[in-house]
């Protein structure tokens, strides 16, 4: 099970930390992903983290250099840290996961939708003045 929080209104140019806490699993085996889904739009990439240490992340072009993904195993838990926010980064950001059996998967997969088995319910984030 995946618990998403930490979304919220904030103002442009603002900062949220979104959490994804996992239950019932060891986490460290996880690949896990950020996706969000505006009103009217498919659901789309955010960030990914591999499994284990979280020694490869990967960005969506339009938040690269603002966002930044990490883990704490210990915590069972994903953090998206979002900087510089923008009205168009107002979404339902869900957290994502699958059980990954190496650390070497193409990034295609990581920005898959359907490569992930398990969903969080999500988070609103809204960016507005």
């Known amino acids: 099970q995946l618990q998403a929080s930490g979304g919220g209104l904030v103002q442009p140019g603002g900062s949220l930390r979104l959490s994804c806490v996992a239950s019932?699993?060891?986490?460290?085996?996880?690949?896990v992903g950020w996706f969000r889904q505006a009103p009217g739009k498919e659901r789309e990439f955010v960030a990914a983290?591999?499994?284990?240490?979280?020694?490869?992340?990967f960005y969506a072009d339009s938040v690269e250099g603002r966002f930044e993904i990490s883990r704490d195993n210990a915590k069972n838990t994903v953090y998206l840290q979002m900087n510089s926010l923008n009205p168009e980064d107002t979404a339902t950001y869900y957290c994502?996961?699958?059980?990954?059996?190496?650390?070497?998967?193409?990034?295609?997969?990581?920005?898959?939708?359907?490569?992930?088995?398990?969903w969080g319910q999500g988070t609103e984030v809204t960016v507005s003045s």
């Open positions: 019932g699993r060891t986490f460290s085996n996880y690949a």
């Open positions: 983290i591999n499994k284990s240490g979280g020694s490869r992340t």
């Open positions: 994502a996961a699958r059980l990954a059996m190496s650390l070497s998967y193409s990034s295609f997969y990581y920005r898959t939708r359907d490569w992930y088995n398990y």
